[in-house]
C-alpha cells in the first residue's frame, strides 16, 4: 500500500484512540445487480456492529462508500463520475471516501495509481475487514487496502441490514468458477463457494418473521451449489417450504447444466414462480463457443422444450451484442432465435472488453461502437414488441398480484408482479390492502414493461 499522504485538510471531527465508528456517518450508493445489493446489507451489517451510523444524506456524511459493479463499462464511467464529485467535496472538508466490490478488485492498481486519494478499496470478500480500514482512514489518514480473494468467506453468519418491504433476498453462493470468455465475475468475485442451508433456512425463516413474502434466492450459476448432501433444488423447496414466503424465485441458472430436479421444483411446487432467467448470450453456434458457454443452440432449444413441456413457465434471458468477431449473419442467428423463444423480457447487453478475461487476451474487440449500439437497438426493439404481445395477451384476463408498495409515480397507486415477474399497477381506491397480499387483479392495458388494471372490491 503506498504510504501517500491524503488529502484531509479539515477533519470534522476530533480523532481520538477509538476505532469504533459511532461518531461517523456513512453515506453508500450501490451499483449493479441483486448480488451487490445483497452485498451493501451485509456491509451495513458489518458496519452497524462497529457503531458507524448510515444516512441517507450524502451531505451529511464523514464517509463515502460506493459499492460497485464491474460487469460493463458504463458502471466504470458512472462511478468515476461520482468518484470526481466528491473529490471536490473531500477537498473542501474532508471526507473519507471508499470503493468497495467488483470494481476495487479488478481495478485496484488503475484506482490507486490515478484517484490516490481514494482512502480504501475493499474487495467482495474482504468486508469484514472495512471498518477497521475506515478507522484507521478516518482517524490517522492513512490509506486501506483489502482485496484479497477468498476460498472460504460467504459471510455466513452476517446477518444481512434490510431496508425492509415484503422482497428478499439471499446469496446461496458466491463466486463463478465458469469462466465464460467475455465475463471478469471470476475475477472480481473468486472461486465457487455454497453456503451451508441450515444458514439460508434460519435467514429465510428470519426474513419471514420480518414480513418478507416473496424471497429471491441469488448465485452466477444456482446450478452448482452443493452443500453436503444437499443441492439447489432440494435447497429451493426447502426455503419455499418456510411458513410464510408466499412467492420464491431463483437467478441464474446455466443452461449447460440446469438439472431435471430443478424443473420439477418450478413445476410442482406453487411457491415457487413460474418463471426461469435463461440467459442465452448469443443465438449462434460460433459465437457460444469463443464465449465459452458450454451449450449449442440446438442444446438450449432442447431444454427450453423441456421447460415448456412442463407447463406455463415464462422465460427471461440475457443477451450480448456485438461479442468478438460477430458478423451480421451472426448476429442474425440471435435476432431469429430471439423471435422464436419469444421471452417474457430480455436484459441486452452492448458487449464490453473486460480486464484480465480470456477475451480480452485472446479475441479482438474489433466489432464497431456504432454497429454494437445498432444491434443492440434491433434487440431491444425486438423484444418491446414480444413482451408487449405477451402483456397484451393478458387484456380483460384476472392475474394473481402480490404487493410490493407504492408506484413509483403515484401514491395513489399500488405496484406488484405478477407470478411471472411482469409488473402491475392499480389504484388503490380505499382498498385496505397491504403490501405482501396477494390480490387478483383485473388487466386493462399494457405497455412493454407494465400491466394497469383494477381490483376487485
Ligand atoms: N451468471 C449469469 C449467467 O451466466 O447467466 C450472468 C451474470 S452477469 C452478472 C449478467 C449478465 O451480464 C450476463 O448474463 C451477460 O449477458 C452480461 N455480461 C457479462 N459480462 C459482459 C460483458 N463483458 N459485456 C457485456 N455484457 C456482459
Ligand atoms: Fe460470468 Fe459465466 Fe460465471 Fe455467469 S456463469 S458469472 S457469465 S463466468
Redesign the pocket.
Known amino acids: 500500500m503506498s504510504p501517500t499522504p491524503l488529502l484531509h485538510p479539515k477533519r470534522l471531527k476530533p480523532a481520538s484512540s477509538s476505532t469504533e465508528g459511532s461518531r461517523y456517518q456513512v453515506y453508500m450508493e450501490t451499483f449493479g445487480?441483486q448480488m451487490n445489493e445483497y452485498d451493501t446489507e451485509l456491509v451495513r451489517s458489518i458496519m452497524k456492529a462497529r457503531g458507524f451510523q448510515f444516512t441517507p444524506v450524502d451531505e451529511e456524511a464523514d464517509v463515502i462508500l460506493f459499492n460497485t459493479c464491474a460487469?460493463?463499462e458504463n458502471a466504470h464511467n458512472r462511478l468515476y463520475g461520482h468518484l470526481a464529485r466528491y473529490k471536490a467535496r473531500k477537498k473542501e472538508r474532508g471526507l473519507v471516501i471508499g470503493v468497495l466490490g467488483c470494481m476495487a478488485q479488478n481495478l485496484k492498481q488503475e484506482l490507486l495509481e490515478t484517484r490516490s486519494w481514494i482512502d480504501v478499496l475493499v474487495g467482495p470478500d474482504a468486508y469484514r475487514r472495512l471498518p477497521d480500514l475506515l478507522s484507521d482512514a478516518l482517524e490517522h489518514q492513512r490509506q486501506g487496502l483489502a482485496v484479497d480473494l477468498s476460498e472460504y468467506e460467504t459471510y455466513a453468519q452476517i446477518v444481512p441490514d434490510r431496508a425492509g418491504g415484503v422482497n428478499g433476498w439471499i446469496a446461496v453462493m458466491r463466486g463463478?468458477d465458469?469462466f465464460?470468455s467475455?465475463?471478469?465475475?471470476p475475477y472480481t468475485r473468486g472461486r465457487e463457494r455454497s453456503r451451508d442451508p441450515e444458514g439460508i433456512l434460519e435467514e429465510a425463516q428470519r426474513l419471514a418473521s420480518q414480513g418478507v413474502r416473496q424471497i429471491t434466492l441469488l448465485g452466477?450459476?444456482v446450478n452448482s451449489y452443493r452443500s453436503g448432501g444437499w443441492d439447489f433444488a432440494r435447497l429451493l423447496v426447502a426455503v419455499a417450504d418456510v411458513p410464510g414466503i408466499q412467492r420464491v424465485r431463483f437467478t441464474?441458472p446455466?443452461p449447460k447444466d440446469f438439472p431435471p430436479a430443478l424443473l420439477e421444483a418450478v413445476a410442482q411446487h406453487h411457491i415457487i414462480c413460474n418463471q426461469i432467467h435463461l440467459?442465452l448470450?448469443s443465438g449462434n453456434d460460433r459465437m457460444l463457443e469463443r464465449m465459452g458457454r458450454g451449450y449449442t443452440c440446438r442444446e438450449y432449444l432442447k431444454l427450453v422444450e423441456a421447460i415448456r413441456g412442463k407447463g406455463p413457465i415464462v422465460l427471461t434471458t440475457?443477451?450480448?451484442c456485438g461479442f468478438c468477431g460477430e458478423t451480421d449473419e451472426e448476429f442474425q442467428d440471435t435476432y431469429n432465435i430471439v423471435k422464436e423463444m419469444k421471452y417474457q423480457a430480455a436484459?441486452v447487453?452492448?458487449?464490453?472488453?473486460?480486464k484480465h478475461?480470456i477475451a480480452a487476451r485472446k479475441y479482438p474487440d474489433d466489432i464497431p461502437e456504432q454497429v454494437k449500439g445498432y444491434r443492440t437497438n434491433q434487440l431491444i426493439e425486438l423484444q418491446k414488441e414480444i413482451s408487449l404481445q405477451h402483456n397484451q395477451d393478458l387484456i380483460g384476463t384476472e392475474v394473481d398480484v402480490m404487493i410490493e408498495g407504492d408506484a413509483k409515480k403515484s401514491n395513489q397507486q399500488w405496484m406488484g408482479h405478477t407470478e411471472h415477474n411482469v409488473t402491475v399497477v392499480w389504484p388503490k381506491e380505499g382498498s385496505s390492502y397491504l403490501p405482501g397480499d396477494l390480490v387478483s387483479i383485473s388487466i386493462q392495458d399494457a405497455t412493454p414493461s407494465t400491466l394497469y388494471g383494477l381490483a376487485h372490491s
Open positions: 445487480c460487469i460493463r463463478c465458469n465464460c467475455f465475463c471478469v465475475v452466477q450459476n441464474s446455466h440467459p448470450q440475457d443477451l450480448i436484459f447487453f452492448k458487449y464490453s472488453e473486460r478475461t
